[in-house]
């Protein structure tokens, strides 16, 4: 299995590894550990290259896999064999801004459920945008506009994100994480990795986020739409710092 540095190195911009297998057919190489964030959770792939004595390949995208994580180079290009060693150098600029962005939605999850009792039932995010829903029955410019000023004070109030990864069972007994619906992991898994914005919002996450609510800048909420009689959607931006 890769071993996956950003779950715990959040801020690693290079790593060093070695290639582990090759697949020509899907033109990607497997490392035996690696930075670059494979997506999920709403959080898109990191983008980057691969350096190694043959020369530099753009990373067209990592993908996760049963045998860890793919990375799938250029097309056109000669793959490093296994037993190459390579460095990894992530796009810093475009995951700095997806990091931040994560960051924002779950200070909005902590908000909307702290203020409101409202659960979130899905989003999506790229580089400074994303998009939440939550069980609301009522949204309103009014409301909205109370919402992203309440997230704003939590940003500002400079809340420590804390990443954990603990064994299942602990995980299972922590009632923040039961709310939002911890039960629904496969039952295969023996640890769970949690984020919490000590003080207002904690949740199992895969994602990568800053270390501290203050870094995510200043939020907007730009627009909200209803999605049926029980779900509204809210879309929020960040400034570009
Ligand atoms: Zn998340």
């Not at 983008?47 to 799938?72: F, M, N, Q, T």
Request: glycine share 10%; aromatic share 6%; charged share 25%.
């Amino acid at each position: 299995m890769t071993e996956l540095l950003y779950q715990t190195h959040s801020y690693l911009q290079t790593f060093s590894a070695t290639v582990t297998a090759v697949d020509e057919s899907n033109h990607a190489v497997l490392l035996d550990r690696t930075a670059f964030y494979p997506g999920g959770g709403g959080q898109p792939y990191d983008l980057g290259v691969l350096r190694s004595a043959g020369g530099e390949i753009a990373l067209e995208r990592p993908r996760k896999g049963p045998e860890g994580v793919w990375h799938v180079l250029a097309a056109g290009t000669d793959l490093p064999a296994p037993g190459t060693s390579v460095e990894g150098q992530i796009d810093w600029a475009r995951r700095y801004r997806l990091m931040r962005t994560h960051t924002a939605m779950h200070v909005l999850c902590g908000v909307v459920f702290r203020d409101y009792g409202a659960q979130v039932t899905g989003g999506d995010m790229e580089p400074l945008k994303g998009r939440m829903d939550f069980e609301f029955e009522s949204m309103s410019k009014e409301l909205v506009g109370v919402i992203e000023a309440a997230v704003n004070v939590e940003v500002e109030a400079g809340h420590p994100v804390r990443v954990q990864i603990l064994p299942r069972e602990t995980a299972f007994q922590i009632p923040d994480l039961i709310r939002t619906k911890i039960n629904l992991l496969p039952p295969g898994i023996a640890e769970v990795r949690t984020v919490e914005l000590v003080g207002l919002d904690l949740q199992a996450d895969g994602g990568t986020h800053v270390h501290n609510t203050a870094e995510v800048g200043r939020v907007r909420v730009v627009d909200y739409k209803s999605k049926g009689r029980i779900n509204k959607r809210i879309y929020v931006e960040l400034e570009d710092l």
